[in-house]
């Protein structure tokens, strides 16, 4: 089992920049695990955002983030960022880390094993 703790969230212009943290707490070795960012906006679904493969050496992004979202981690800190750049109002939502034992599966939600309780990323326009 592992514990999720995202921060990094808050208000931002449109243009702007954020940098979502995911810290991990668990028994495992933090490397075992893929990692992926997921998010909801009001009144809609939850939806995958990027995933990233237990080395870091694997990556994978939503089309409606990719080329101004980065997807990083830090085995060492067991940590996973998410460098948010380039934001538009339609990046608003809450956003939560998961964390997954096979990268197969790393798009869908029921593919992942434990939850953050997420955090709030506003883009004002």
């Known amino acids: 089992q592992v514990q999720l703790v995202e921060s990094g969230g808050g208000l931002v212009q449109a243009g702007g920049s954020l940098r979502l943290s995911c810290a991990a707490s668990?028994?495992?070795?933090?490397?075992?695990?893929?990692m992926g960012w997921f998010r909801q906006a009001p009144g809609k679904e939850r939806d995958f955002v990027a995933a990233?493969?237990?080395?870091?050496?694997?990556?994978d992004y939503a089309d409606s983030v990719k080329g101004r979202f980065t997807i990083s981690r830090d085995n060492a800190k067991n940590t996973v960022y998410l460098q948010m750049d380039s934001l538009i109002p339609e990046d608003t939502a809450v956003y939560s880390c998961?964390?997954?034992?096979?990268?197969?599966?790393?798009?869908?939600?029921?593919?992942?094993?434990?939850w953050g309780q997420g955090t709030q990323v506003t883009v004002s326009s």
């Open positions: 998961a964390a997954a034992f096979s990268y197969g599966s790393r798009r869908r939600q029921d593919g992942y094993d434990c």
């Open positions: 668990t028994g495992r070795t933090f490397s075992s695990y893929v």
């Open positions: 990233i493969n237990w080395s870091g050496g694997r990556k």
